[in-house]
């Protein structure tokens, strides 16, 4: 069983950053696929950005390359997403993901509000 534990969402102002953690426990988690998903209101979960358990390969959904990173630690417990040139539209709640086959798990989300 993994934990995730996400923190560092906040309230900023449009062309400002921030960076999420996604702090995990548990066995195998260097095995993990990670992930970033957000949800606005009234939208549906969506991904933001991947990276394989190896971190040789990275995904960013189309509006968010070029400003968003992912990354991960070398001990490869906390996984990353820098945020940066926000925009109002990135206003949801992140939610960091890691799966290992059929497992999946979740962490509990943090909030991002970008005011123009």
């Known amino acids: 069983q993994v934990q995730l534990v996400e923190s560092g969402g906040g309230l900023v102002q449009a062309g400002d950053s921030l960076r999420l953690s996604c702090a995990a426990s548990?066995?195998?988690?260097?095995?993990?696929?990670m992930g970033w998903f957000r949800q606005a209101p009234g939208k549906e979960r969506e991904i933001v950005a991947g990276?394989?358990?190896?971190?040789?390969?990275?995904y960013y959904t189309d509006s968010v390359k070029g400003r968003f990173t992912i990354s991960r630690d070398t001990a490869k417990t906390t996984v990353y997403l820098q945020m940066n040139s926000l925009k109002p539209e990135d206003t949801a709640v992140y939610y960091c993901?890691?799966?290992?086959?059929?497992?999946?798990?979740w962490g509990q989300g943090t909030q991002v509000t970008v005011s123009s």
């Open positions: 548990g066995r195998d988690f260097s095995a993990y696929t």
């Open positions: 993901r890691g799966e290992l086959g059929s497992s999946v798990y």
């Open positions: 990276m394989h358990r190896t971190g040789g390969t990275t």
